[in-house]
T-cell receptor, first 115, second 115 residues
Framework: EAQVTQNPRYLITVTGKKLTVTCSQN?????MSWYRQDPGLGLRQIYY???????DKGDVPEGYKVSRKEKRNFPLILESPSPNQTSLYFC??????????????FGQGTRLTVV | AQKITQTQPGMFVQEKEAVTLDCTYD???????LFWYKQPSSGEMIFLIY??????QNATEGRYSLNFQKARKSANLVISASQLGDSAMYFC????????????FGSGTRLLVRP
């Protein structure tokens, strides 16, 4: 089954404790990205990757890191989480071609609470 | 300026009736794609329908149709014969033809279907 898998689904952590949210897709998609969803703001892009070893900042990258060592995996790293990073996080993937029409597939979401 | 505007934070509709969820967008790119996603209370993002900027006809997918008015820059989602399972958050999103490839989301509309 074609899917994007995020782990964990739920996470409560303390301020400053490094954490990683994993994302894996099995559709051989070149493009992967991370979004955060906050009430009244919709989803905002954090980081994206066009292919292996190619990553770039989205609209809200501060406090986050990513890596793309393999095509299927795109982990999101919070080196020193703060309470303002409490949010619902989504990983998404898609083919790069045929450009704008390509549907994005989303993971199940990770609800992160930083206390 | 907001690129995607959803002016209805919440809406009610009676079961079996049709409902229109509004979405306006702002772009100067001639090539863009418009997407609607559904987010039920379980949190996952479900792709509903896509409309390309060059598409001559309005997109339809089962009970979902997209009322695309290019000159007005609107892409309203129409759900016909509402069902209780349609109660969810709905997001309008746009992808422009630039290199970032990101989806830009509106703030969402929460739809509640009354029995």
């Amino acid at each position: 089954e074609a899917q994007v898998t995020q782990n964990p689904r739920y996470l409560i952590t303390v301020t400053g404790k490094k954490l990683t949210v994993t994302c894996s897709q099995n559709m051989n998609h070149e493009y992967m990205s991370w979004y955060r969803q906050d009430p009244g703001l919709g989803l905002r892009q954090i980081y994206y990757s066009m292919n292996v070893e190619v990553t770039d900042k989205g609209d809200v990258p501060e406090g986050y890191k990513v890596s793309r060592k393999e095509k299927r995996n795109f982990p999101l790293i919070l080196e020193s989480p703060s309470p303002n990073q409490t949010s619902l996080y989504f990983c998404a993937s898609s083919f790069v071609l045929p450009s704008v029409s390509t549907e994005a597939f989303f993971g199940q979401g990770t609800r992160l609470t930083v206390v | 300026a907001q690129k995607i505007t959803q002016t209805q934070p919440g809406m009610f509709v009676q079961e079996k009736e049709a409902v229109t969820l509004d979405c306006t967008y702002d772009t100067s790119d001639p090539s863009y794609g418009l997407f609607w996603y559904k987010q039920p209370s379980s949190g996952e993002m479900i792709f509903l329908i896509y409309q390309g900027s060059y598409d001559q006809q309005n997109a339809t997918e089962g009970r979902y149709s997209l009322n695309f008015q290019k000159a007005r820059k609107s892409a309203n989602l129409v759900i016909s014969a509402s069902q209780l399972g349609d109660s969810a958050m709905y997001f309008c999103a746009m992808r422009e033809g630039d290199s970032s490839y990101k989806l830009i989301f509106g703030s969402g509309t929460r739809l509640l279907v009354r029995p």
